[in-house]
């Protein structure tokens, strides 16, 4: 075994939960961010053997793990193991120069930023602190600490979301030069406070989407970024440095290799099991202060349930999807009446799968079909 080359890490504090939000977050608490950076690095002592030796990425998220006390932020940075990509989240009013210097003084080499709109009145609905002017100072501030790999999060079809309103977001950001951009339909789970404010609105947003989705991706690529998976985008590499700016992390999640995740609520998966770690902050503490691995949920992941994830994974990205031990999970006739009706294509006298525009703007309902 030589372990999983990928770690993600759970730091859920957030000042406020915002209304559509569905991750494991903790408001507050700031007197148990010390005690939460203990018990992530009890849980990492206690799970190193499952990591190989030398790591491509950590991914720190949350929450918001950039709210997370500096001097805490910075001793788990310490402690964690290097890797060839180390990606912070960050919300854009949390980034002053001073965190950006630690971050970067940490041997962070990528942060995402959460931007979301640039719009305020949109902002107030998705009910988010940051103003415009806030990413825009982030993105400064981070600059100015010689980050050259900056991510920002936008998201579309917001109630009240008007085309222009859109097409003025994704030029506020590509005036900002992110050398990444993820671009996200808004998904309001049914039963949440924010469903039930704009439920109607939800709903007429939603025979909008394609259309949004469309308009994202031409302005995008338009603009030079490759749409290298379904809703992320990144400049291609230059002459000058050759560099791939894909998020190394989400590849990994993507390609279906074995990652770790550490903290309340952290899914990993080693070796054909997914582990879900309890999201009770109390519980997760209790536990690794006595030196024990939190509860958690164990999930085995059958062959077939494999295949049918890297088939709906891979097919999310732009490179052809080897199919090779993957043949079990597709439906042959199905592939053969995709590939006719111009939505996949297969390469490398059969043994490669990729969909083409036009089915990535169908996305999930063709990979669907193409499974056995």
């Known amino acids: 075994m030589t372990g999983a080359r990928h770690l993600y890490v759970h730091l859920p504090f957030c000042a406020s939960r915002c209304g559509y939000c569905d991750f494991v977050t903790v408001v507050g608490r700031q007197d148990q961010h010390r005690a939460y950076v203990d018990a992530l690095l009890g849980e990492l002592a206690l799970e190193r053997e499952a990591l190989a030796p030398r790591l491509e990425s950590v991914f720190l ?14 001793r788990l940075l310490r402690a964690l193991p290097p890797a060839l990509e180390v990606t912070v989240e ?30 305020p009145g949109l902002l107030e609905v998705l009910e988010r602190r940051a103003r415009p002017d806030d990413v825009r100072h982030a993105v400064y501030a981070l600059r100015d600490a010689k980050f050259d790999n900056i991510s920002l999060d936008l998201i579309y079809g917001i109630p009240g979301q008007s085309a222009a309103d859109l097409e003025a977001d994704l030029s506020d950001a590509l005036a900002l030069e992110p050398e990444h951009l993820s671009c996200y339909e808004l998904e309001a ?54 560099r791939d700016l894909r998020s190394r992390h989400n590849l990994a999640y993507w390609r279906g290799r074995d990652y770790l ?17 309890t999201p009770r902050l109390g519980t997760y503490l209790t536990a690794l202060e ?59 006298a059969g043994a490669e799968l990729t969909l083409t525009d036009r089915g990535r703007f169908l996305g999930g309902g063709v990979t669907a079909e193409l499974l056995a």
């Not at 031409?218 to 992320?232: K, M, P, Q, V």
């Not at 995740?261 to 770690?277: E, H, N």
């Not at 079990?328 to 995709?338: C, M, Q």
């Open 61 to 74: 998220g949350g929450g918001t793990p950039t709210l997370t006390q500096p001097r805490e932020l910075e």
């Open 90 to 119: 960050a919300n854009p009013e949390t980034v002053t120069p001073a965190l950006a210097e630690l971050l970067r003084d940490c041997g962070l080499t990528r942060v995402s930023l959460g931007a979301q709109s640039f719009q």
């Open 189 to 242: 789970k049914p039963g949440t406070r924010f469903t039930h404010a704009h439920g109607a609105e939800l709903a007429r947003q939603a025979e909008a989407m394609e259309t949004y989705f469309e308009r994202v991706v031409a302005r995008l690529t338009g603009a030079g970024y490759r749409w290298y998976e379904t809703a992320n985008f990144c400049r291609p590499p230059t002459l000058a440095d050759g």
């Open 261 to 277: 995740g550490l903290g309340i609520g952290a899914v990993s998966t080693i070796q054909g099991r997914r582990r879900k770690t």
């Open 290 to 348: 006595a030196g024990e691995r939190p509860p958690h949920e164990v999930e085995e992941l059958p062959g077939s349930v494999r295949k049918s994830e890297r088939v709906l994974l891979g097919l999310r990205l732009d490179e052809p999807l080897s199919l090779a031990g993957l043949e079990s999970a597709l439906d042959s006739v199905a592939v053969e009446r995709l590939e006719r009706l111009g939505l996949v294509e297969r390469g490398a």
